[in-house]
Nanobody
Framework: QVQLVESGGGLVQVGGSLRLSCAAS????????MGWFRQAPGKERELVAA????????YYADSVKGRFTISRDNAKNTQYLQMNSLKPEDTAVYYC????????????????WGQGTQVIVSS
């Protein structure tokens, strides 16, 4: 089994920054694809960013390109999401996710999930 634990969420003003972290434990592997999803009330869970095993390939949703940066430290079994220039529409619960193999963009592609961390961007 794999456990994912997010941290770093909170309340921030428009234009501010937050960094989310996701620590993996258990039967982890550096070959994991890791991603960040978010879900706002009444909306579907959407992929924000994902990164392949060595950080050489990353995906970003159009809505966060140029503002968010995903990264990982395989030695620490941790991935990060640096969020800058935050907007009210970034308000959501953010989930860390992982899967062995190919970088996917659907929630159904990911087999391991964290419990989520709330991000609120206030205006």
């Amino acid at each position: 089994q794999v456990q994912l634990v997010e941290s770093g969420g909170g309340l921030v003003q428009v234009g501010g920054s937050l960094r989310l972290s996701c620590a993996a434990s258990g039967r982890t592997s550096s070959s994991f694809v890791m991603g960040w999803f978010r879900q706002a009330p009444g909306k579907e869970r959407e992929l924000v960013a994902a990164i392949n095993w060595n950080g050489g390939s990353a995906y970003y949703a159009d809505s966060v390109k140029g503002r968010f940066t995903i990264s990982r430290d395989n030695a620490k079994n941790t991935q990060y999401l640096q969020m800058n220039s935050l907007k009210p529409e970034d308000t959501a619960v953010y989930y860390c996710a992982a899967v062995y193999g190919i970088l996917g963009t659907s929630a159904n592609d990911y087999g391991y999930w964290g419990q989520g961390t709330q991000v609120i961007v206030s205006s």
